[in-house]
Each structure stands twice: as structure tokens, then as C-alpha cells.
């Protein structure tokens, strides 16, 4: 079937009421989400993970995908009118566009950051739909042999891009993989590290993971260590783009979406790299260097209109190896893949085969949440500011008690609860070290993959460790992680610093 | 901000611990019973690599740790926040509170204590509004997750209250 029949079908599932309500929903949410410190899409979609029992795959998968995006659009608002980045992958924006808006320009910021969104999500929703297919089928040739190659680049690319060092991206790897193991064998039936305890011979939940890392942890740590930002907010002002706004910010939307979407589709970890480059290329490129806030200006607009872009794209970029290959690149992936695994359905190759409506109402419904994203950040954006009046402890308290039902209700375990506290003080202690979160998330999900995938391979290399050296395809992926290994170090000296994005 | 050279003895114990958990790894994965048959990969192989794995990098951690402190470390901030342990100690006296309460006094109750803890932990003076607040705001988390998501929650109040 060809790509534009598919898409059509999609449209056609993705418009119906229903599925529209989803789509809402979730953008509503990410908005929301977005905007409001402290809470993100990974923790979001972990806590709405109990859905998956009660509506059907496709509802739930488009309303997740909302989510995951909507935070991206939300982000924004929060960095350029308090200065305090709501999401990390928004740093950026918030270094210029909260200095446009403390010089009287947020509405312009505001309107090319959601523009821009817009434009960078749209475009990389095209080169979705264009080339998922063909990873799709490329990645039908690949046996276990390959995939526990691609899981090592992943594991690898994960734990040192992000981070400041490499070193404790791989604790954190190193951290989640041994998570990973607790639980019941599968192939062999042994219960390992369960100490006895009935509640671990399951393994450790993602959910309670994630929302002890960044719901419990994220509390502690800001009540112990950072002090509450108190720079007052900036006043809204017209939305309006002057001409030469829209002059300045086309031409960087379009570089942030090229920047953005490979660096989303490889699994290379997080929105972090692209923002930061597109806004490096930016500053090179501008016409009016002296606006940008190294150089003490007013704010440049493509500081905002480009890493924005980028931002947006990549995060459309990272849904190419999780449909496709089935790895996740960051930790909203990682719990997305957790989600369809909830569905007995596998991401991979076979996924565009076998659930091929429902892949295709996914991609229609991304076409569709930008546009309810544009509408409701742009006109709406006054109300969204409204969020931020919550009080900081009631707003605390409530992802708190948010959590606390979320993984209580999983299976009615108040050990479970004690659990996640520990893994919020856990997570307290990651944070305080400057250990990246991300990998201790993907590497308790792609661990089990990973040695069922070794299992199978050598059972089909006889018990030979040097096939995934002699067979081409998995060599060069495992050539490409010797690079990955030695990239950083040169981006690391050339002063590039790269931070995660969760 | 540490002195080159120095030891950095809160680092240190990170790298140990490391090194610790993958000891317990290691020595967990030498009395796994013996598997029947033929077997490609055993048990132990995978968790004796993630072991491996964990301790090298707990190595090199600590070595980094007696060697003037972790490298490109992001937040130099030493010490916390005035007031932050207190606060702390609220947030994680509420989650244990709802662990050991909650098949006690029921889903509402033990949601609305543990709301007001950690308003009190951040900052709120007005206990008996925020456990109102609290239980307000839990009634409809309770109807949202129990109804709307399918996920069933134990009672509102249990019988005997």
C-alpha cells in the first residue's frame, strides 16, 4: 500500500469523534503539563499509563502522543515569561526569549516560539510519514543478531550524550539495567534478586520508577536545594510579528526543523544537542549579533524561533526509531514503548505490518495536535499563564498525591509506596551528583530486551560471541557506538555542553 | 567547590555503593539453582555482565572521588536550602504515612494528609485548610482514576471509620 492511501486511512480513523477527544485531551494536558514546573510528559504518561486497560489502543496511543508534544509547545511559555525552563529542553529559549520579554517583547516570543513549533512539528510529521516506512522495511531484515546490536548503540548513545559525563551516564545505565534484571527469568524461570520479597518476583514497574525519579525525587531535591526563583513574570504583550519579525524567524524555524528532526530519529538521546546547536547556528548566521543576550542585547527572535523549531522536531524525530525499531530515545519514549507494550503490541518492523491502521491514525493524529496545539497556545496563551498563580505547595502537593494514586492503584501495595520513596530519595541523590535520569528509565526497559535478543542470537550462531562481528549489519552498529563513544569527548572540547531532557 | 586532589568523601560513598550493588549482583548470580537441559546462555551470564559493568564503572567513580571530586560536575551549590531538610523530612513523613495508613483509615483520608505534609513541607502555614484542600481535591482524582481510567481504588473511608 502506498504511502498516501495509508495516510488517508489514518485521517480517516484520527478525525472520528472520538479519537479527536484523545487527541484534545492530550494537548490540553501536554499544554498544561508543559507549563507548569515541576511536572512533565514522562511522569504524565507514566501516571496515565493505567488507561491502557480500559480504552483502546488507538485513543490512548494518540492522547499519550498529545502529551508528549503538547509539553514541548507548553515549555515555551513558561521559559520566556518566567525565566524558569519547564521543560530542560527549553533552556535555550529561555536565555533569549526571556530577555525579548524583559524588554517588552513576549508577545513576539511567545508567537514565534508556538509558530515555530507549529511549522517544525508539521514538517517533521512529513519526513515521519515519509521515511518510518523505509526504516520500517529496511528493519524487517533484522534478526537478533542486529537488534542487540542497535540495543547497545542505544544503551550507549543514551548514557553518553546526555549529561556532563559520560562516566555517570553510565552509572545510571548501569543502575537501570540491574533494576532490569529483578524479577522472574523468563526463559529460564529463575525469580532473580526478588530477596524473598512476593512483590519483586514481577519486576519493578516502569510507572513506579519513573514517578519515584521525577515526581518524589524532583520534590525532594528542589526542597532541599534550590531556592524558589523569585524574578517576578513578565507581562504579556501583543502577540503581533512585525514584518521583520517574521523576516528573522521563517528562515530560522526551517534550519531549527532540518537541525531537530535527524537528530530525534537517531537514537541519540533527548531534544538537548539540537536546541543547543540550532541556536549556535543562529547566533552565527543573524544579521544582528548585538541583540543576542552574550552580547548584552534586547533578545534576538531567531534565539527563540530556531531552538523552538528544533526542540519541536526532534521530538516528532525520536517517534522514527520507536515506531520503527522499537527503541526508545528518551524517557517519554521509553514510557510511550511501555504503553504499547501494555497492548501486547510490540514497536518494530512488524508493528507497520500488523497494527497498520492503528501506526497510521498515530501519524494522522500528529498532522491533526499541531493544529489544536497552535490554537490553544496562541489565542489561549493568557489562560496557560493563569496555571502558574498555583501555589507552589498546593501545586507540589497535588503531583504528590497524583503519584502516590498512581502507583498505588497499579496493584493496591503499600510496599510499592515505600519503594518509591526510596527511589526518590534515589533520585535525589542522582540529581545532587549530576547523574543523568534518562538512562536508568530505558536501560530497566531495554535490559530484558537486550539479553532475550543476545539468547536468540546465539541460539541461532550456535553459541558463536563473533557473530555480531561477521555479520555486517549488526558490525556497523556496533562500529557506530565505538563513535558514539568518541564524539562527545570531541564536542566536550570544543566547549559544547550538553544537558538531558526528560 | 572541591580543591584539586582532594577526597570528596559523599562521592566516594556513591562509587562505593556502586561497586557494593554490583558485588551483590555478582554474588546473587553465583547461587542461582542450576538450569536443567540444554542451555544457550544461563541465568547468570547476563547479570554477572551487568555486574561487571557496574563495578568498573563504581572503580573508576571512586577513583574519580579521591582525586578531587567528580568531573563537570553541573551544580557546585554546596548545602541545602535553609529550611529545605525540614521540608524534606514533611514530604517523606507523608508517603510513609499514606503507606502505613492507607488500609487503615481509607484513600481519601490518607490522600488529604499526605496533600497537607507536603504543603507543609513547601512552605503552607494553614494545616486544617490544606488537608480541606486535600480531600477536595482528592474526591475527584478518586472518580477520575476509578471510573475514568478503570484503575479500582479501595474505599473512599473504610466500613469501620
Redesign the interface.
Known amino acids: 500500500m502506498d504511502i498516501l492511501s495509508s495516510l488517508a486511512m489514518g485521517f480517516s480513523s484520527a478525525l472520528t469523534p472520538i479519537n479527536l477527544m484523545w487527541g484534545f485531551i492530550g494537548c490540553l494536558l501536554g499544554t498544561a503539563i508543559g507549563v507548569l514546573p515541576g511536572i512533565g510528559p514522562a511522569l504524565t504518561v507514566a501516571l ?1 499509563l ?2 491502557t ?2 480504552v483502546d489502543p488507538t485513543g490512548a496511543l494518540i492522547m499519550f502522543a498529545g502529551i508528549y508534544y503538547g509539553a514541548q509547545f507548553g515549555g515555551s511559555t513558561t521559559s520566556i515569561l518566567l525565566n524558569t525552563p519547564g521543560e530542560s529542553s527549553s533552556m535555550v529559549t529561555a536565555l533569549e526569549g526571556n530577555l525579548m520579554a524583559r524588554n517588552g517583547r513576549a508577545g513576539p516570543a511567545l508567537a514565534t516560539a508556538a509558530i515555530g513549533s507549529f511549522v517544525a512539528g508539521t514538517i517533521a510529521t512529513v519526513l515521519l510519514t515519509l521515511f518510518a516506512p523505509i526504516v520500517a522495511r529496511l528493519a524487517l531484515n533484522f534478526g537478533p543478531t542486529e537488534y542487540f546490536a542497535i540495543l547497545v548503540l542505544s544503551f550507549t548513545t543514551v548514557s553518553a550524550v546526555l549529561g ?2 559520560m ?2 551516564g ?2 545510571s545505565l ?2 537501570g ?2 533494576i532490569g ?1 529483578i524479577g522472574l ?1 523468563s ?2 524461570g ?1 525469580a ?2 526478588t530477596l524473598g520479597v512476593p512483590e519483586l518476583v514481577d519486576g519493578i514497574e516502569v510507572v513506579l520508577v519513573a514517578v519515584g525519579l521525577f515526581a ?1 525525587g524532583e ?2 531535591y528542589s ?5 524558589e526563583a523569585n524574578e517576578g513574570r513578565h507581562r504579556l504583550t501583543s502577540l503581533w510579528m512585525t514584518r521583520a519579525d517574521w523576516k528573522r524567524s521563517v528562515p530560522a524555524w526551517l534550519r531549527g526543523t532540518l537541525i531537530g528532526f535527524p537528530f530525534g530519529s537517531i537514537p541519540a538521546g533527548g531534544a538537548e544537542i539540537p536546541t543547543f546547536l540550532s541556536y549556535s547556528t543562529e547566533r552565527k548566521l543573524s544579521k544582528y549579533p548585538q541583540e543576542f543576550s552574550a552580547n548584552k542585547g534586547e533578545g534576538a527572535i531567531e534565539g527563540v524561533a530556531g531552538p523552538e523549531a528544533a526542540n519541536n522536531a526532534s521530538a516528532t524525530g525520536s517517534l522514527v526509531p520507536l515506531l520503527t525499531l522499537g527503541i526508545p530515545t528518551s524517557a517519554t519514549a521509553a514510557i510511550l514503548l511501555a504503553a504499547f507494550q501494555n497492548y501486547n503490541l510490540q514497536p518494530g518492523p512488524m508493528l507497520f505490518e500488523t497494527s497498520a491502521d492503528l501506526v497510521w491514525t498515530l501519524v494522522a493524529s500528529l498532522y491533526i495536535g499541531n493544529v489544536i496545539l497552535l490554537v490553544l497556545n496562541l489565542p489561549l496563551v493568557g489562560l496557560w499563564v493563569k496555571l502558574l498563580q498555583i ?4 501545586l ?3 503531583i ?3 503519584a ?3 502507583v ?3 496493584r ?1 501495595s ?2 510499592d ?2 519503594l ?2 526510596a527511589i ?2 534515589g533520585g ?2 542522582m ?4 547523574f543523568p535520569v534518562a538512562p536508568v528509565i530505558v536501560g530497566m526497559l531495554l ?1 530484558p530486551m ?2 532475550k535478543q ?2 536468540n542470537a ?2 541461532i550462531g550456535e ?1 558463536d560471541w563473533t557473530v555480531f562481528l561477521t555479520q555486517p549489519i549488526s558490525a556497523f552498529f556496533l562500529a557506530l557506538t565505538l563513535l558514539v563513544l568518541v564524539v562527545p569527548h570531541v564536542l566536550h572540547k570544543r566547549g559544547i555542553k550538553l ?1 538531558e531532557d526528560d | 567547590m572541591a580543591t584539586q586532589r582532594a577526597v570528596v568523601p ?2 566516594l560513598a ?1 562509587g562505593i555503593g ?1 561497586i557494593a ?2 558485588v551483590i ?1 555478582a554474588m ?2 553465583y547461587r ?2 542450576p ?1 536443567m537441559g540444554f ?5 547468570y551470564v ?2 554477572y555482565v ?1 555486574a561487571a ?2 563495578g568498573g ?2 572503580l ?2 571512586s577513583y ?1 572521588a579521591l582525586s578531587g571530586g ?6 557546585d ?1 554546596t548545602g ?2 535553609p529550611g ?2 525540614a ?2 523530612a514533611w ?2 513523613a ?3 504515612g ?3 495508613l ?2 487503615l483509615i481509607g ?1 481519601v483520608l490518607a ?1 488529604g494528609l ?3 505534609c ?7 502555614r494553614h494545616p486544617v485548610r ?1 488537608l480541606a ?2 480531600i477536595a ?2 474526591l475527584p ?2 472518580w477520575l ?1 476509578n471510573a ?7 474505599s473512599l473511608i473504610n466500613i469501620w471509620l
Open positions: 496515565l493505567p488507561i486497560a480500559k556532563a559525563s562516566l555517570r553510565f552509572a548501569g543502575v539495567l540491574t534484571l527469568d526463559t529460564s529463575i532473580r534478586y518524589v520534590a525532594l526542597l532541599l536545594y534550590q531556592t501555589p507552589r505547595p498546593y507540589n502537593a497535588g504528590l498525591v497524583f502516590t494514586i498512581g498505588y492503584g497499579m493496591h503499600s510496599f509506596l515505600l518509591m520513596l526518590g530519595w535525589v541523590l540529581r545532587r551528583f549530576d535490559g537486550a539479553e543476545l539468547r546465539l541460539s553459541g544537558h | 559523599t562521592q556513591v556502586l550493588i554490583s549482583l546473587g548470580a542461582f539453582p538450569e542451555v544457550i546462555l544461563p541465568a547476563y547479570p551487568v559493568f557496574l564503572v563504581g573508576l567513580l574519580q567528580f568531573r563537570e560536575l553541573g551544580n551549590d541545602t536550602v529545605g531538610k521540608g524534606a514530604v517523606t507523608g508517603l510513609v499514606v503507606a502505613l492507607i488500609n484513600f490522600a499526605l496533600f497537607a507536603s504543603a507543609r513541607g513547601f512552605g503552607s490544606d484542600i486535600g481535591l482528592t482524582i478518586y482514576f475514568g481510567l478503570g484503575v479500582s481504588l479501595p
